[in-house]
């Protein structure tokens, strides 16, 4: 294992992780985001729209968390999707102070029209490196999420 006081060089800007992932993002982004603008949607509109098509109903803390938005961006992207009939906002019965978030029928639509393009190019990356890279990639990914969790 190696010690940080033994790297003792900075990487090229290029080789920076937080760069690559951005990059990587947006290889991705590129791919899979023309299916969100022919239908009027934002790549954080489908995120919302993924995690709900997941949970039946969240909080916005909840929902927050899971699409990894700040609650102050979900407060504006909301009301639009709301307004456009996309999903529906409701309060707790058990707390009249929280707000359970639920995709319409629209919505649920949406997901179906959508997801199987944004599926076609899973594989296809998949298909481009390997079903084994895609693998080490979630794996290095999600090892990477929790050491720098703890």
Known sequence: MTN???I???RPYSRS?????????EAM??????HFTRNKLTDQQWRIIRVLNENRSLEILDLSAQCCMQPASLSRILPKMQKDGIITRTVNPKDQRRINISLTEKGSRLFKRIAPH???EYAKIVCLIGEQHMDELYDALD???AKLKT
């Open 29 to 34: 982004m590129q791919r899979i985001r023309p």
């Open 17 to 25: 992780l937080p760069l690559q992932l951005m990059r990587a993002r």
């Open 118 to 120: 944004t599926d076609m």
């Open 143 to 145: 090892l990477l999420i």
């Open 8 to 10: 003792g060089y900075v």
């Open 4 to 6: 940080v006081e033994d």
